[in-house]
């Protein structure tokens, strides 16, 4: 199995900025998309981002539009997602996933493949 390794969250104060990683366990991971999501205390995990591999589009949903990128580095195997001007309503866990290509659209029930998240505290 390919594992997911986040890393990067911490405390950070509102309008503070952070850079996730992701990276896979195995060099020859080529998913069909990959994408970051997130979990708030109490609430249901949300998609926040996705990247498709074969042409490095991108989809952000509204809320983080303009403050956070999701991009791929595939000399070193890992996913990203730079977050500006962060906001008290981004803290929670975020984990990064994978639809593995034969898996179906790039949609948010698709994602299978689950790192173990990394938290994201946005405080003052």
């Known amino acids: 199995a390919v594992y997911l390794l986040e890393s990067g969250g911490e405390m950070v104060q509102p309008g503070g900025s952070l850079r996730l990683s992701c990276v896979a366990s195995?060099?020859?991971?080529?998913?069909?998309?990959m994408g970051w999501f997130r979990q708030a205390p109490g609430k249901e995990r949300e998609g926040v981002a996705r990247?498709?591999?074969?042409?490095?589009?991108?989809r952000e949903i509204g809320s983080v539009a303009g403050r956070f990128t999701i991009s791929r580095d595939n000399a070193k195997n890992t996913l990203y997602l730079q977050m500006n001007r962060l906001k008290p309503g981004d803290t929670g866990t975020y984990y990064c996933a994978a639809v593995l290509r034969g898996g179906g659209f790039c949609d948010w029930v698709n994602f299978k493949n689950w790192g173990q998240g990394t938290q994201v505290t946005v405080s003052s």
């Open positions: 990247i498709w591999f074969e042409d490095g589009r991108t």
């Open positions: 195995e060099s020859t991971f080529s998913p069909y998309c």
